[in-house]
């Protein structure tokens, strides 16, 4: 079980790694000026969307926001209205004044609160599922260390032993003996049965509800298109924004002497509506065996969880079976040999 824990984590963990790597390709084909300054903001964006699913005390919609109010100085002097490379710098007084009035001056429209909104409902389920899959370990684990009281050991003793001193090593316990033996060992571990059925049965709810709509993969792989749309956004209104800038952070409306007017990547007096998101390389693209792959995991997991869902009832019989017993006709009684 431990195993599928590992390989759903790392499913995350990959969709994460992918959707950043988009989002960077993405902005570098078209937004060139922009991509390099704005690499150090993504890169900081997709760490704490890891550090949230792993259970880390992080906000997605605070951490989304961030990322916006931080490349919101970047679009305005790179897009909306270009200054020279030593005009408005990260440090400046006037980029924190930009990063301060962003959510009054709105440059991204809805996009911002939209991708906010669905990372944060995606994410969530993402992230309990990985906090139980935690608790569930530490349970897993809690039992390999459990100790055996000394009646225990000597019940464990006589079954496995006695045999020996009448000189019969060949004969192996019996299956009910067996049993017995091992639910008084284990009596304090069967209480956790009920409490294992139902942390198993919410696993089972929770990944149900995910295998049926992929709303953790769609959401890490819309990253991308909203903040295409949040820039395009910002370009199409940049002489509103621009004035909204300039009489909050008292900007100087003139252009940087010696330096002609740069055109933005996409122009605002041409654009009536929003381009179609620029095509990637196939290479880019989600490759749709990771999609069912992911599926095809959690189908096995729900599989998996319900055949142990008793597993502590069952522990007994299952550490009884295979070698353990024999399988001739006589067997270990614990007072003697008797026919099976």
């Avoid at 004969?171 to 139902?198: F, H």
Wanted: proline residues 6%; hydrophobic residues 40%; charged residues 15%.
């Amino acid at each position: 079980m431990i195993f599928f824990f590992a390989l759903i984590v790392d499913m995350y963990q990959y969709l994460l790694s992918f959707s950043q790597g988009h989002l960077s390709s993405l902005l570098e084909g078209t937004f060139p000026s922009l991509s390099r300054r704005a690499l150090p903001h993504v890169n900081q964006l997709f760490s704490s969307l890891s550090l949230y699913l792993r259970g880390a005390n992080v906000s997605v919609e605070a951490t989304v926001h961030q990322f916006y109010d931080n490349i919101f100085p970047l679009v305005y002097t790179q897009l909306i209205k270009p200054v020279a490379e030593d005009g408005i710098t990260g440090d400046s007084e006037t980029s924190d004044c930009l990063r301060k009035i962003r959510h009054d001056v709105n440059p991204f429209g809805n996009h911002s609160t939209v991708m906010a909104q669905e990372l944060a409902g995606a994410l969530g389920a993402g992230r309990q599922l990985s906090l139980a899959l935690d608790e569930g370990r530490v349970v897993m684990n809690a039992t390999e260390h459990a100790t055996l009281s000394k009646d225990c050991v000597k019940s464990l003793l006589k079954m496995v032993y006695c045999p020996h001193c009448r000189g019969l090593t060949l004969i192996k316990p019996c299956g009910g003996y067996c049993t017995n033996v091992m639910r008084g060992c284990l009596a304090s571990v069967s209480e956790l049965d009920q409490p294992w059925r139902r942390y198993v049965g919410l696993l089972e709810q929770l990944i149900f509800a995910m295998a049926g709509h992929h709303n953790l993969e769609l959401a890490m792989l819309g990253v991308g298109g909203h903040v295409y749309e949040a820039l395009l956004y910002a370009q199409i209104h940049g002489p509103i924004i621009n004035a909204m800038v300039v009489k909050v952070c008292g900007l100087s409306t003139a252009e940087p002497p010696g330096i002609e007017p740069t055109s933005p990547e996409v122009t605002t007096s041409t654009i009536t509506s929003s381009p179609p998101l620029p095509s990637v390389a196939p290479s880019e693209h989600l490759p749709e065996q990771w999609q069912e792959k992911l599926a095809h995991l959690k189908r096995d997991f729900l599989l998996h969880l319900h055949r142990y869902k008793s597993f502590f009832a069952a522990l007994p019989e299952i550490l009884c079976e295979g070698e353990t017993l024999g399988v001739g006709s006589s067997c270990w009684s614990g007072d003697g040999v008797v026919k099976r």
